[in-house]
Structure formats: structure tokens, C-alpha cells
């Protein structure tokens, strides 16, 4: 049988040659499965990671990651078991950054741990998101890449909230618009 000829994003990407779509295993329901993503250690280059499904019974460590989608026209790659994967800006940047801190944890990220091309099964893993949220052992909020006074911000609001500075009404402003300020 004559394989069916290869979309234009797949001849523009000729290092890519050789890699498959995703193909998702279905998830068991009577042992609570759940899909986890680990990132495979890297500091530079494409983010590469391993999908599997694990069962909530068993009680897994992991952390789930809350985001931005961000624009779904405006993508970069990752590598998720050998797949080549298009992910938006936003979640490619997040995985870059928790690569070098997390590699080898297990994170729950609803666009890559859902089957998203399964309406059914997005349906059922929406419903259990406040679950799967719940028994994480924490929750990382990306809210984007540093920008000019992001660091300062969070700094000033840590001293804070741990008693080594005190409200500034001017400085506490600066801090709401730098932070809360964000597409989060």
C-alpha cells in the first residue's frame, strides 16, 4: 500500500524526516488512568519528553503545570516518544524552562496528556481535571518568560510576604501591573 504523501510543513522540516504522529493509548478508566508527560534532561535544543499512562490509583508524584495556551497559530516543536509535536509558544517556553529544573518528573499538562483530537475522551478528562489538579504535589503557574521588571517584582513580593519588607503603595502598583499583568 503507497503511503499517503507527506503535508508541506513535513517536507520544510526534512530533519524532522523519520518521525510519527502521536498515537495515544487509550486510557483505562477503571484504574483512574491519567496520561504524565516526563522531560528528558537538555539544556539547548528541541525539549524532548515521554508520554505515558499512569494510574491515579497507584498514587503518582507528580506536578501538574497551568498556563496560557497563548496563540494555537504561533507553535514551536517538541519530541513527545519519538513524535514530532507542535505545541504553542507558551508551553514550549514553560517546558524549556522546567527541562533544566524538573527533568525526570512527572507532569500533567492538559495539551499534551489529553488526547486533544478525541472529543470524548477531552470531554471525560476535562471533568476530572479538579481530581487530577487536587492529587498533584504542586501546581507550577507559567506566566511567561521574564520581562523587564517580572524578577524585581516577585522579589519584592517574596521580602513581603516573609516580613523582610514592607507595603510600599507605589512599589506594590509596580508589582500588580508587572505581574497581573500578564495574559495569565
Known sequence: MDEAPRPAWWRRHAHFVGFETLKYEPLDIEKEEIRLITLLPGEAGIVKCRLENISLDANPTYQALSYCWGNANQTKRIIVNECAVNVTVSLEEALRRLRVSHAGTYIWIDALCIDQRNI???????????????KAKCVTAWIGEEVENTSAATSYLEAVANGKESWAEEKLQECLVSIFGRPY
Open 120 to 134: 470524548h475522551e477531552r470531554e471525560r478528562q476535562v471533568l476530572r481535571m479538579r481530581d487530577i489538579y487536587s
